[in-house]
């Protein structure tokens, strides 16, 4: 079976509900995943908006949330966990730096439209070692040639 991502607080390509938004308490959805494959060592989360615009570039993509060295025994992460006033994550996993410029989870908040937020599940080879605070970037160079599989969970969310 393949890696799965799932939530409760919402459906795979369904509206996000605004209490995980800046209109809300902007705090992280539940989120849970099964069957990872055979030999995962670590997983990372990277939870992104590809619809963020930019007036000096067309695109851009705006993260929203980086977890890294999530360990095989984690299978979830309850409502609310890593958001910037509760960074502490489960048995040693660590947070990015998101475009917020801080640590934890800052929900959708787009300007114009409805917009997409990837959630995107890593399960790796290896654990990546990295202290805390690290970039989008900097943690996928790390992960490169350590994927093993990936899983998404996309939701939409347009403020009121």
Same mark, same amino acid.
């Given at each position: 079976?393949?890696?799965?991502?799932?939530?409760?607080? %919402?459906?795979?390509?369904? $509206?996000?509900?605004?209490?995980?938004?800046?209109? &809300?308490?902007?705090?992280?959805?539940?989120?849970?995943? =099964?069957? *990872?494959?055979?030999?995962? !060592?670590?997983? @990372?989360?990277?939870?992104?908006?590809?619809?963020?615009?930019?007036?000096?570039? +067309? !695109?851009?993509?705006?993260?929203?949330?980086?977890?890294?060295?999530? +360990? *095989?025994? @984690?299978?979830? %992460?309850?409502? =609310?966990?890593?958001?910037?006033?509760?960074?502490? /994550?489960?048995?040693?996993?660590?947070?990015?730096?998101?475009?917020?410029?801080?640590?934890?989870?800052? &929900?959708?908040?787009? *300007?114009?439209?409805?917009?997409?937020? %990837? %959630?995107? /599940?890593? =399960? /790796?080879?290896?654990?990546?070692?990295?202290?805390?605070? #690290?970039?989008?970037?900097? @943690?996928? !160079? =790390? $992960?490169?040639?350590? @994927?093993?599989?990936?899983?998404?969970? $996309?939701?939409?969310?347009?403020? #009121?």
């Amino acid at each position: 079976m393949p890696l799965l991502l799932t939530s409760s607080a %919402f459906t795979h390509e369904g $509206m996000i509900p605004s209490l995980y938004t800046c209109e &809300g308490k902007d705090l992280s959805p539940e989120i849970s995943w =099964a069957n *990872p494959p055979k030999g995962t !060592k670590s997983f @990372v989360l990277i939870v992104d908006d590809p619809d963020a615009p930019d007036p000096d570039a +067309p !695109k851009m993509t705006w993260v929203h949330w980086i977890v890294y060295d999530i +360990p *095989p025994t @984690v299978s979830s %992460f309850p409502k =609310a966990q890593g958001n910037e006033n509760n960074p502490a /994550l489960p048995n040693g996993a660590k947070q990015g730096i998101t475009d917020f410029r801080r640590l934890g989870y800052g &929900g959708p908040c787009p *300007p114009i439209g409805t917009h997409r937020y %990837f %959630f995107k /599940l890593y =399960a /790796l080879d290896a654990t990546l070692g990295l202290p805390p605070g #690290q970039t989008k970037a900097d @943690v996928e !160079k =790390a $992960m490169q040639g350590h @994927v093993l599989e990936q899983a998404t969970l $996309m939701g939409k969310y347009k403020k #009121q």
